[in-house]
């Protein structure tokens, strides 16, 4: 049925300035009383993983709902750092606060050296609870993978940063790249398990990660960049011990998918909540 009249969606990549990067988003700054089903129906025209909904409360302070092509998800990184910047560039730089079904989601936006609109995402409290055996074992033999893929360092974890992660780490680089999964198996074992993304990640150095994120429930075999999973990993690495707070690192996403995204982290100490930052740029006609 296509887009309802007078509904602009912007279409912007997030993490790239390059829009032959990141990871392309919808925005709707004016929803104009959409409802569910509208907001479905314009998610799955749009096509791409999430299209952020924006409805406007004053004061820089919006309600903001996020739809996959099949369903709506509870919190979308990418889609909330190009909503940021579709907002710094319509209304000015600094902090604007989006209420999402997750909770509350503050977003600093600036403009970097290079006269880019950047924008850091301050999460809701990250969390971490232990996978069940036999779901690691179906998810394993989902990615057709063993146990013996899997790096002993980096265990087994759901990971929760406003919407749940299952985080499997790799014990080699060329096992990431290879990835080719069986989709309708593991969009069933997520559909049970409440994982919005798995986040397969291998660590290429103290602070240097690569990650895939396989996106079945949203009709989408796999994210170039993933930034609720980002944080949800910064929780992760936080409360195993596996990384001394205050801290920064980056995520490397897309890669493989020819889609090259940088996800720039960083976890502070007492607080639970993961900071993300990326750019975003817009996508020409």
Not at 106 to 124: E, I, K, M, P, Y
Not at 143 to 157: G, M, N
Not at 203 to 232: C, K, S
Request: proline letters at 7%; charged letters at 20%.
């Amino acid at each position: 049925m296509g887009v309802p009249v007078g509904i602009d969606v912007q279409r912007l990549v997030a993490f790239s300035s390059d829009p032959r990067g990141g990871n392309p988003a919808g925005v709707v700054l004016d929803p104009a009383g959409s409802s569910d089903s509208d907001m479905l129906r314009i998610a799955a025209d749009v096509g791409y993983s999430e299209t952020a909904f924006v409805f406007n409360r004053g004061n820089r302070e919006y309600d903001i709902r996020y739809f996959s092509p099949k369903a709506e998800v509870p919190f979308c990184g990418h889609a909330t750092i190009a909503t940021a910047v579709a907002l710094a560039e319509r209304d000015g730089t600094g902090q604007i606060e989006l209420r999402t079904q997750a909770g509350l989601v503050t977003v600093d936006t600036q403009v970097d050296d290079s006269g880019r609109h950047t924008a850091t995402l301050t999460s809701v409290a990250t969390s971490i609870a232990a996978a069940e055996p036999g779901a690691v074992d179906e998810a394993l033999a989902a990615l057709r993978w063993t146990a013996a893929d899997l790096d002993p360092d980096l265990p087994p974890r759901v990971a929760y940063g406003g919407a749940h992660h299952l985080v499997l780490g790799l014990s080699t680089r060329d096992t990431l790249a290879a990835l080719s999964y069986d989709f309708d198996r593991l969009a069933k074992l997520m559909s049970e398990q409440d994982w919005t993304t798995l986040q397969l990640i291998w660590r290429a150095g103290p602070d240097v990660f690569h990650a895939r994120n396989p996106f079945p429930p949203g009709g989408v075999v796999e994210d170039p960049a993933t930034g609720a999973a980002a944080a949800a990993f910064g929780g992760y690495l936080k409360h195993l011990g596996l990384i001394t707070a205050p801290a920064t690192f980056r995520i490397h996403q897309g890669d493989d998918l020819g889609r090259p995204s940088i996800l720039d982290v960083g976890v502070s100490a007492p607080d639970d909540r993961i900071r993300v930052t990326g750019t975003a740029t817009r996508i020409e006609p």
